[in-house]
């Protein structure tokens, strides 16, 4: 089956060179942008003969088009401890090989970083593979956000952002500021069994998937049904959070297709 999905953004792009996206600039291609003066764009094979004729100012008159350009795409992911929980590694690993071969398809440009303490450049998945192996239980909240401002492109990009966003409320307001100009895909990744496993009437070792500090729990009805009423809360909390910064998220649970993907961008305005 094909990893490949279409993308798109909302907003025009602003690059020069050619591709496939709405794009700003002026120039050859099939969307029409507005009718110009010839002196502004002298192009005899697009002058509009019924506008020329019917302009009160006998100015002839030309169809000007908007070009299709090129979009550059940046892929950050979180190192964080929670991120090795389970197949978190294989999911992310999924997608990220997934991202790479659609980038390529669509000739846009593509640069990716993983962000532990310190930022890592990724090439391709084997490089996200090398970064995870680095990434013990040990405390790690992935510190190197603060550094992403200066990877950022110049112009407006799409951005995946993958993460289980199981950071602090000040961290993640920070790191969707500092990313606000883009056009931005928070990759949400969590698996059903950080808050659907839990044997009833068992003491369970619960461990703070960031942190990595450890807490024996007795698993009643009552307190299984809050494991999973905490993690609806946060649910709610994060696409709450995603609105306020304009941006919708993807919800990657247990597994990755990359029509979940297609479907994703297909709604999209």
Not at 135 to 140: K, M, Q, R, S
Not at 189 to 218: A, N
Not at 243 to 265: C, I, T, V
């Amino acid at each position: 089956m094909s990893q490949v999905f279409d993308y798109k953004t909302t907003a025009m792009v602003s690059s020069l060179m050619p591709g496939g996206h709405k794009s700003r600039q002026r120039g050859p291609g099939s969307e029409f942008y507005r009718k110009t003066h010839f002196l502004d764009e002298p192009e005899p094979a697009r002058i509009d003969l019924n506008a020329s004729l019917t302009d009160p100012f006998e100015n002839l008159q030309v169809r000007s088009y908007r070009q299709r350009s090129k979009l550059d795409v940046l892929v950050l992911v979180d190192g964080s401890s929670s991120m090795i929980y389970g197949d978190k590694v294989n999911m992310v690993s999924k997608l990220f090989d997934s991202i790479c071969l659609s980038v390529a398809a669509a000739g846009d440009d593509m640069t990716a970083y993983f962000f532990t303490d310190e930022l890592q450049a990724l090439t391709d998945a084997d490089s996200l593979q090398t970064a995870f192996d680095t990434v013990g239980p040990e405390h790690n909240q992935a510190s190197a956000y603060k550094e992403i401002q200066r990877v950022l492109p110049s112009r407006q990009s799409l951005i995946f952002l993958i993460s289980d966003f199981h950071w602090p409320e000040w961290q993640l307001h920070d790191l969707f500021t500092a990313l606000s100009a883009h056009a931005v895909v928070p990759v949400i990744c969590w698996q059903s069994r950080e808050y659907d496993d839990y044997p009833l009437w068992r003491f369970v070792e619960m461990t703070d998937l960031e942190t990595g500090k450890s807490t024996l729990v007795f698993v009643t009805p009552n307190q299984r049904e809050l494991i999973r009423r905490r993690y609806q809360e946060r649910q709610h909390y994060l696409n709450t959070q995603c609105r306020g910064f304009n941006q919708r998220p993807f919800w990657l649970l247990d597994h990755y297709e990359a029509k979940q993907m297609s479907r994703f961008f297909a709604v999209q305005p």
